[in-house]
């Protein structure tokens, strides 16, 4: 996945919207941060999401951090292999380490979400 393309959400996750699927990760600016993720709580097929709410969590050697949700919409899918194997998000974000599909509404964009550039600014500005 060209993580160019996709879009970001202030608090570091990943959003790519496929007709009415939107598939969701974190980025690997978070995945450095955290370092060595151990474990990660996913949503259940069917829980809602919405918009900068809580969706799950991920834990690192050194934090426990909330995932949020870029949309709104029914889980349809989750990554199980995570459950297994945390590593996979570490090893590479946006490929094997996505979390969660996301059934959203018709006409949903992500518009509301950072581009590349604008994500990589608003880290450079955080100091990172």
Known sequence: MDFKSLRFAKTHEWAALEGDVCTVGISRFAVDQLTDVVYVELP????HTFVGESFGEIESVKAVSDLYAPVAGEVVEINEQLLDDPTLISKDPYGPGWMAKIKVEPGTTLDHLLTWEQY???IASEGH
């Not at 259940?44 to 829980?47: L, R, T």
């Open 44 to 47: 259940e097929v069917g829980d």
């Open 120 to 122: 990589e600014q608003q």
